[in-house]
C-alpha cells in the first residue's frame, strides 16, 4: 500500500488529503469542522471532504482512510467515547458510520498518538525510538512511543497528556477535572486567561488586537511577541504547567526527545525557553539531561501526516499494537 486517504478532525477544522508512502502530501481540502451543529453534519462533511479528495485523486475503492480524531477514543472499535470541545461526541461510532458512508476500510487513531506516529515517520523524529509529542491546539493531546512501540493502553485511551492534573486545586477542564495541563496550555485556556487580562486592565495590546472580538490564543502569542508583559506571564505559567506535565512522563518513559506541535506551538522560543528552564525543576535530573526539546517539522499537517501514518501502520482491521518497522 503506497498511497492512503488522511483525515484530520479538529475541533476547530476538518482537513484531508492524499499521503503517499514517502511522504508526499497532495490534493488538500479543508472546511470548518462547524462541530456546534452536531455529530451528523459533522460526519457528513467529513465523508465529502473524503469523497471530494478522492475524486480529484482519482482513488479508487481500495484505498483505505487514516482519520485522526480528538478522544477518549478506541482505535479497536473504533468508537469515539468523548470529545470534550465537540458538541455531541459521546459514544459515537465514527468508524462504523464513515465505513458505511464511504465504501472503504477506515482506520481511526487519537490525534495526539497518530502525531507521534507522523513525527516519526515523516518529520522532526525519524528514526527515534523513543518520543513523547505534544499537540497544543485548542485542546492538548499526545503521544507516547516506547522501544519504537505506540503505547496506548489496554482500550487504546492512554497517553491523554493534555488531561495529566498538575494541580487538583487548579482551573476547571473541558474534562471535567482540575489542573489539567489543557486547563493552562489549551488554546482555549490561554484565551480565557488573555479576555481576564483585558478585562482586569492590564492589556492595551491584547485589547487592540482583540478589537470588537474575543481574545484569542494567537492574540495572547502576538502580544506576548510585542513585549506585553501579562501576555508572556500568561505563556509563562502555561510552560511551567506543561513542564509539570512533561516530568511526569520523562521519569516513566525516559524519552530521547520530546516534540511540539499544534497552533499554540507557534509561539516558537516564547513557549520553548520557559518551558526548557522549568522542566529540569520538576523532572529528574540523571533522566531529564538528555532529552531534547524541538517543534514539529510537520506544521498545520500534523495530523493528516498522522493519520497517513496509522493507515500505513495498523494491521488489517485487527486493532493490534502499533509497532514502527
Same mark, same amino acid.
Given at each position: ?15 484531508a ?8 502530501l ?52 473504533g ?22 458512508r ?6 481511526? +487513531?487519537?490525534? /495526539?498518538n497518530? @502525531?507521534? &506516529?507522523g ?5 522532526? %523524529?525519524? !528514526?527515534?525510538?523513543? $518520543? =513523547?509529542?505534544?499537540?497544543?491546539g ?88 510585542? +513585549?506585553?508583559? /501579562?501576555?508572556? @506571564?500568561? &505563556?509563562?505559567?502555561?510552560?511551567r504547567?506543561? %513542564?509539570? !506535565?512533561?516530568?511526569g $512522563? =520523562? ?64 494491521s ?10
Amino acid at each position: 500500500m503506497d498511497t492512503v486517504l488522511a483525515v484530520d478532525f479538529g475541533a476547530t477544522n476538518l482537513r484531508a488529503a492524499v499521503v503517499r508512502r514517502d511522504g508526499t502530501l497532495l490534493y488538500h481540502r479543508q472546511t470548518a469542522t462547524g462541530a456546534r451543529d452536531g455529530v451528523v453534519a459533522v460526519i457528513e462533511r467529513i465523508t465529502r471532504l473524503v469523497e471530494q479528495v478522492a475524486t480529484d485523486a482519482g482513488i479508487d475503492r481500495s484505498v483505505p482512510v487514516g482519520i485522526v480524531a480528538p478522544g477518549p477514543l478506541e482505535p479497536a472499535t473504533g468508537v469515539v467515547l468523548f470529545a470534550p470541545n465537540l458538541v455531541g461526541w459521546q459514544h459515537v461510532p465514527l468508524r462504523k458510520l464513515l465505513e458505511e458512508r464511504l465504501g472503504r476500510r477506515v482506520v481511526l +487513531g487519537n490525534d /495526539g498518538n497518530g @502525531a507521534a &506516529l507522523g513525527e516519526v515517520l515523516f518529520g522532526a %523524529a525519524k !528514526g527515534c525510538r523513543h $518520543l =513523547v509529542h505534544v499537540m497544543l491546539g485548542t485542546g492538548v493531546g499526545g503521544g507516547v512511543i516506547s522501544h519504537g512501540q505506540l503505547i496506548e493502553g489496554v482500550r487504546g485511551l492512554g497517553t491523554e497528556i493534555g488531561h495529566v492534573s498538575v494541580d487538583p486545586t487548579g482551573p476547571r477542564c473541558t474534562c471535567g477535572g482540575a489542573g489539567c495541563v489543557e486547563a493552562y496550555v489549551g488554546g482555549w485556556a490561554l484565551a480565557r486567561d488573555g479576555e481576564a487580562l483585558v478585562r482586569s486592565g492590564r492589556s492595551e495590546r491584547l485589547l487592540e488586537l482583540a478589537g470588537d472580538g474575543p481574545v484569542t490564543a494567537a492574540h495572547v502569542v502576538e502580544a506576548a511577541r510585542a +513585549g506585553d508583559a /501579562g501576555a508572556r @506571564a500568561i &505563556l509563562e505559567n502555561a510552560a511551567r504547567a506543561l %513542564a509539570a !506535565g512533561l516530568a511526569g $512522563l =520523562v521519569n516513566v518513559f525516559n524519552p530521547e526527545l520530546i516534540v511540539l506541535g499544534g497552533g499554540v506551538a507557534r509561539a516558537g522560543e516564547l513557549l520553548l525557553d520557559p518551558l526548557r528552564r522549568w522542566l529540569p525543576v520538576y523532572a529528574i535530573h540523571y533522566i531529564v539531561e538528555h532529552v531534547e526539546v524541538r517543534l514539529s517539522a510537520l506544521g498545520d499537517d500534523t495530523g493528516l501526516y498522522g493519520a497517513a501514518a496509522r493507515a500505513f501502520l495498523a494491521s488489517e482491521g485487527s486493532g493490534a499494537d502499533i509497532r514502527l518497522p
